[in-house]
T-cell receptor, first 114, second 109 residues
Framework: DTGVSQDPRHKITKRGQNVTFRCDPI?????LYWYRQTLGQGPEFLTY????????KSRLLSDRFSAERPKGSFSTLEIQRTEQGDSAMYLC????????????FGPGTRLTVT | QKEVEQDPGPLSVPEGAIVSLNCTYS??????FMWYRQYSRKGPELLMY????GNKEDGRFTAQVDKSSKYISLFIRDSQPSDSATYLC?????????FGAGTRLFVKA
């Protein structure tokens, strides 16, 4: 297994456009997380899936943000009507079920909104 | 007050030095404690994971947890220039993980 992968690695978009990011977790992991990280800060939790069920969403996740994980495998994060404040690194992580919650991160998608 | 406090640094040390990185937290519900290393423009890489109070050692790295003081530490022995990165502490009491802001470390050759 090659770990968590994310696509694209970089995305430049104009304000008001919609963007979609994809995350492929480690194959045996049933938990998947999305985070946002801005310069000089640690990752901030956005949302969490266990299998295909989205169990928690942060208040950071406004109505313009939506995430899906059909069939409990890969996940997508869509941002509609992007704003300059959405510019950040979007990180995906996965973990196996159980009590330890060790999360393994992908390389991230860097979004720049112009 | 943030749930997790971490000095952002930067911390600059000579090669071979012992490095001490620390975080404090306020939520006593946190049960699991992790340290991640993040190189510039990369995703965080899990370094150490601990559950109980005490020490855990892995090569040049030692993680220490003091739940009574709500204080965790990461020690790096014989630091190398390749250790230059941002170190993030993280902790969780369930599915939600809270990260510190990260400490930037520079190890000079």
């Amino acid at each position: 297994d090659t770990g968590v992968s994310q696509d694209p690695r970089h995305k430049i978009t104009k304000r008001g456009q919609n963007v979609t990011f994809r995350c492929d977790p480690i194959s045996e992991h049933n938990r998947l997380y999305w985070y946002r990280q801005t310069l000089g800060q640690g990752p901030e939790f956005l949302t969490y899936f266990q299998n295909e069920a989205q169990l928690e969403k942060s208040r950071l996740l406004s109505d313009r943000f939506s995430a899906e994980r059909p069939k409990g495998s890969f996940s997508t994060l869509e941002i509609q009507r992007t704003e300059q404040g959405d510019s950040a690194m979007y990180l995906c992580a996965s973990s196996s079920s159980g009590s330890t919650n060790e999360q393994y991160f992908g390389p991230g998608t860097r979004l720049t909104v112009t | 007050q943030k749930e997790v406090e971490q000095d952002p640094g930067p911390l600059s040390v000579p090669e071979g030095a012992i490095v001490s990185l620390n975080c404090t937290y306020s939520n006593s519900a946190f049960q699991y404690f992790m340290w991640y290393r993040q190189y510039s423009r990369k995703g965080p890489e899990l370094l150490m994971y601990t559950y109980s109070s005490g020490n855990k050692e892995d090569g040049r790295f030692t993680a220490q947890v003091d739940k009574s003081s709500k204080y965790i530490s990461l020690f790096i022995r014989d630091s190398q220039p390749s250790d230059s990165a941002t170190y993030l502490c993280a902790m969780t009491g369930g599915f939600k993980t809270i990260f510190g802001a990260g400490t930037r470390l520079f190890v000079k050759a």
